[in-house]
């Protein structure tokens, strides 16, 4: 059959490169995709939130499945435009439609909803500019640090975690008042402070059974030590040691089933990936925020590690009957180190020429930031691609990645030196 892939960073290739393996797969499509992907499957210039063009790619090219990336497409109801298509209707889309997406979409409906289902997280209240002073007499309940959310999409950055309470109330009016993260801020969740150490769990679920698929860390700190600015991720390894079977069986029975369990009895059909991302506080897992998608680049380790057939898992979301399928997982670690533009993630430049990619042979490249002039591969973006290698345990991996780094050069190549420190 023929797949369509939406998205064009480092968590589309490893869905490409995943796919590919599939025999059943006759084409694959990628749009917009990127020099990686183009290596291994069609790319095709459209936006994934175009979706009169998607509409017209999919019947131009018998397409019989789409995969969808990032999170936008769904927060903006492109499983719901394929459902209310009659050409298009039969046509299954992994991801969930609009309501399902609002557990990204809406940090207020998340929390509303973890509340609802008894899923342990941190407590927290929801603000706009019209109840400020309300806002500025919460934060005062609170111990620091005090963390504010943007409640809708700010790509990754309306988080906030402030050490003192008056900055804290200045971020908030900046927040709801002056629209800081545009519209995404308008409502704005404050919540208490979770301590411990975080991890992410990624769940595939066709809405009645799922499948819990390896555990995930990733670095988002640009600084060493995870210091300095949030990125969306330098780097990440899994498993992660601390996450043994007691632990997930915790996970899975007090966040993973309710979860699952709490979508149907709300009504919500939810077919696809919830990323859950975790705070591990001796032993006891609690919620600190859902994705509806694969994180990046928790992507680029952990489908590596999935030895099952992907497009085979697919279409037991799609049919409802994920649970018949068979499942398996290598023990191996595997670990991705993202070389980023210099500059990121702040102002930086593009169309660097990239060299030596062809001397990579212990490591698997993910591209992300990266487009293609006349057969040269330039930078495209502010993380350019994913580094993976696997390995018996941590440092074996991350030798490897390192290794591999060497091989590699732009001009103003930067990346961390440290991935998985707190972890070896």
Do not use: C, W
Not at 156 to 162: A, N, P, T
Not at 233 to 254: H, N, Q, R, T, W
């Amino acid at each position: 059959m023929n797949v369509l892939i939406l998205g064009s960073g480092g968590r589309e290739h490893a869905f490409t490169l995943k796919l590919s393996e599939s025999k059943k797969i006759n084409k694959l499509f990628v749009a917009p995709g990127n020099a990686g992907t183009n290596k291994i499957a069609i790319n095709v210039d459209v936006n994934p939130t175009d979706f009169d063009g998607i509409k017209n790619l999919v019947l131009n090219e018998d397409i019989k499945m789409v995969v969808v990336g990032p999170e936008a497409p769904l927060v903006e109801g492109v499983h719901d435009f394929f459902l209310s298509d009659e050409q298009l209707k039969n046509i299954p889309v992994i991801g969930p439609k609009k309501d399902g997406a609002l557990l990204e979409g809406s940090k207020d409906f998340s929390k509303q909803f973890m509340q609802k289902h008894n899923i342990p997280t941190a407590k927290y209240q929801s603000f706009t500019k019209d109840n400020l002073q309300e806002g500025y007499a919460f934060l005062e309940t609170l111990k620091p640090p005090f963390v504010l959310k943007a409640d809708g999409l700010a790509a990754g950055k309306g988080v906030l975690i402030l050490n003192s309470l008056e900055e804290a109330k200045k971020e908030l009016k900046e927040m709801v008042s002056n629209q800081k993260f545009g519209e995404a801020s308008s409502t704005v969740v404050i919540e208490e402070f979770l301590k411990g150490i975080e991890l992410s769990v990624f769940v595939l679920t066709d809405g009645i059974d799922y499948k819990i698929l390896p555990s995930a860390k990733d670095y988002k700190r640009i600084g060493e030590g995870d210091k300095g600015l949030n990125t969306g991720g330098m780097g990440a390894i899994s498993p992660v040691p601390f996450a043994d079977d007691a632990f997930l069986k915790k996970v899975e029975d007090l966040i993973v089933k309710p979860t699952v369990d709490g979508l149907r009895k709300d009504g919500i059909d939810y077919r696809g990936f919830i990323f859950i991302g975790l705070m591990n506080d001796n032993g006891n897992p609690s919620v600190v925020e859902y994705n509806v998608r694969m994180g990046d680049p928790e992507t680029e380790v952990v489908l590596p590690r999935i030895e099952s057939d992907l497009l085979d898992l697919f279409e037991g979301v799609a049919n409802q009957n994920l649970g018949e399928k068979s499942f398996s997982i290598t023990s191996k670690t595997a670990t991705t180190v993202m070389l980023v533009s210099g500059g990121y993630p702040e102002a930086y430049e593009k169309n660097k020429e990239i060299n030596g990619l062809e001397n990579i042979n212990e490591s698997i490249v993910f591209h992300a930031g990266t487009s293609l002039k006349e057969d040269k591969v330039l930078t495209n973006g502010g993380r350019v691609m994913a580094i993976t290698s696997f390995g018996e345990n941590i440092q074996e991996a991350l030798d490897k990645s390192y290794a591999s780094i060497k091989k590699i050069h732009f001009d103003k190549m930067n990346f961390r030196k440290d991935i998985g420190f707190d972890l070896l």
